[in-house]
């Protein structure tokens, strides 16, 4: 009798691990897979900007983790997946947690559609880097590595870039912090009284701020042309 209650009790543990590892990989595949086709073309829109160019423009700071990086050459690549609607704009990269991921924009319809579908977006269709702030926006998945997860281990002093045809923009992180969604679209998305210099990460909040966004604000440090 103790030997079977035994079995059942490794059975059911064996059962619930099975689970786990289901949910974690198996449920999200879709996702992950995604994920990767957007990388892939975030990756192709900045070979296609750098070209043939040695990539010296790398962040000064943590230069090893920017070892992984490919770069490569323009030949009217389409970087919207055939899901998606409007034009990646530029492409967010955070090193520190290994976030690099295409920044799409478009009409307000197109933007809402996408963010809809989980991908990360530009927070209005207005925005002019170097001329205005910027907001982005992106999902805070409940799976490691998915979307913006990992925005909530971002420190004060890491730095992350956007790069696009101006050139590459690079910001040191200044602040982070969790506001009320309303708060965030008054005092930060719609407020074009703020720093051009100022670019805001949105995503939504776990745990005690659950139910605020989590904003990660970096201040410009340098822009560099391509």
């Known amino acids: 009798m103790n030997r079977l209650k035994r079995f059942m009790q490794w059975l059911w543990s064996v059962s619930l691990i099975l689970i786990g590892i289901y949910v974690l990989f198996f449920s999200n595949r879709e996702a992950f897979q995604r994920q990767e086709i957007e990388q892939s073309l975030a990756d192709f829109y900045l070979e296609d900007l750098y070209g043939e160019k040695d990539s010296s423009t790398e962040l000064e700071k943590n230069e090893e983790e920017w070892e992984d990086n490919v770069w490569y050459v323009r030949d009217g690549i389409r970087y919207t997946p055939d899901y ?38 530009a927070a ?14 992106g999902h805070n998945h409940t799976v490691q590595n998915l979307s913006f997860n990992r925005l909530k281990d971002v420190k004060k002093g890491e730095l992350f870039k956007l790069t696009c045809e101006k050139g590459i923009f690079i910001y040191e992180v200044s602040e982070i912090f969790a506001w009320w969604r309303e708060e965030v679209t008054e005092k930060l998305v719609d407020n074009f009284n ?33």
Request: hydrophobic residues 35%.
């Open 124 to 137: 209005r269709p207005d925005y002019e880097l170097g001329k205005t702030h910027y907001c982005i926006y």
């Open 194 to 226: 703020l720093s051009a210099n100022e670019c805001y990460i949105i995503t939504c909040g776990r745990g005690e701020n659950r139910y605020k966004d989590l904003v990660v604000k970096g201040i410009l440090q340098s822009k560099k042309e391509i």
């Open 84 to 121: 998606a609607k409007g034009f990646l704009e530029c492409v967010l990269e955070i090193p520190s947690v290994k976030i690099r991921r295409g920044v799409y924009s478009g009409t307000w319809e197109e933007i809402q559609h996408n963010l809809d579908i989980w991908m990360v977006t």
